[in-house]
């Protein structure tokens, strides 16, 4: 019976480190595929606007709630936001975030107001853009 319980013992732990083995090898990523550019998360590049210390009197005065009127909301942000289309609209950057970010910051207004409401799928739309 002891040599029955050793030989179950020894089975069980050479089963558990092949397959604890198997698992640590899949569980990481591989240098080889970052290097060939297939990267998970590519990072982003900094905005080259600085959001930070903007004045955001012009939407916080016009886009109050509990109702936020789409109209006004939208013609306040994209008062605001039209002059950094361009840097808004660039997804290798991080702009939008940083800007959505502040504006919810210092409005305290729910997450995704203006993304839902003031842009269409091609992104922030401004008069005078083609």
């Known amino acids: 019976m ?3 319980f050793l030989s179950s013992s020894l089975f ?3 089963l558990l480190s092949v ?3 198997l698992i640590s090898d899949s569980a990481f990523i591989k240098s080889e595929t970052l290097a060939n550019g297939r990267n998970l998360l590519q990072k982003k590049k900094a905005c080259p606007v600085n959001f930070e210390f903007m004045n955001y009197t012009i939407i916080t005065s016009q886009c109050k709630g509990p ?3 789409p109209k006004k ?3 306040a942000f994209k008062e605001f936001a039209c002059p950094y289309a361009d840097e808004l609209n660039d997804l290798s950057n991080d702009c939008a975030t940083t800007m959505f970010s502040y504006i ?3 409005g305290k207004y729910p997450p995704g107001l203006f993304a839902n409401r003031c842009q269409g ?3 922030l739309k401004c ?3 083609i």
């Open 127 to 129: 008069p005078g853009q």
């Open 19 to 21: 397959f604890s083995s």
């Open 12 to 14: 069980l732990f050479l």
């Open 104 to 106: 919810n910051l210092y």
């Open 67 to 69: 109702k936020y009127p």
């Open 2 to 4: 002891n040599l029955n």
């Open 121 to 123: 799928k091609g992104g």
């Open 73 to 75: 909301c939208c013609t």
